[in-house]
């Protein structure tokens, strides 16, 4: 397991075309990440429909500390995704599918929510980064070839365990042989469950990296944050 204690500087909002923003400094660069509100202005405005089964809340808007430490492990593996076709489960705003970008990866990023979206593409005009192939998508029902992708990942993205199974079916399903899953997770426990679950389906998962990432806005203080490989 690689170990790097470095933290970042704190996030500080911004304006940006009229809507909140957030700047930070990542992998050596800056980035500037547009958003239409914080989660909890957000939270407030929700209607009755972000309730449902899939509870659509809107925790896409927000910079976790597993996307900073994902960012991390990324760059260090950019020699290995530097061509690959590559998917970003969740990809929120958009940061870790921009650096993968970025980077050299073709990404194929991925979002249940389509506002999302409409953000991330937004970022990538911002940060001056060739778009990644954004689309809306649902774990459940994958829109792309089977076997046809060399790298997946995902940041903060399994927050009950009936998450488990989902990720895995689409894990078997996307992966080359060959290929690899990167799951970064600030240490929840719900990811036991995950973890148990590929012990039941012959895949192996082990911590490669591990983060302290700094208080962000949304977290009173520093993050462990896990990077776990999932191969088979």
């Excluded at 976790?64 to 991390?72: D, G, N, R, T, V």
């Amino acid at each position: 397991m690689t170990k790097d204690q470095d933290t970042l500087p704190h996030l500080r909002t911004t304006q940006c075309f009229s809507t909140p923003s957030i700047e930070l400094e990542v992998c050596g660069r800056a980035w500037k990440l547009a958003r239409p509100a914080d989660l909890e202005t957000l939270w407030a405005q929700m209607g009755e429909n972000a309730w449902d089964e899939d509870e659509r809340l809107p925790y896409w808007a927000e910079l976790w500390p597993a996307s900073i430490a994902l960012c991390s492990w990324l760059f260090r593996m950019r020699e290995a995704i530097h061509g690959r076709i590559c998917v970003d489960m969740g990809c929120g705003l958009g940061l870790t599918a921009l650096l993968a970008q970025w980077l050299g990866a073709r990404v194929l990023a991925m979002d249940y929510e389509p506002e999302a979206l409409l953000y991330a593409r937004e970022n990538a005009a911002h940060n001056a980064v060739d778009s990644p192939l954004w689309t809306v998508m649902d774990w459940r029902r994958p829109a792309f070839a089977p076997q046809s992708v060399q790298y997946l990942w995902g940041g903060d993205i399994m927050y009950e365990a009936r998450f488990a199974s989902p990720l895995l079916d689409v894990m078997e399903y996307a992966l080359a042989p060959g290929g690899r899953a990167w799951m970064a997770e600030p240490c929840r426990s719900v990811y036991d469950a995950f973890r148990s679950a590929l012990d039941a389906r012959e895949w192996t998962g082990r911590c490669v990296y591990e983060q302290s990432v700094d208080a962000l806005h949304v977290w009173p203080a520093p993050v462990t944050v896990r990077v776990w490989e999932v191969t088979r």
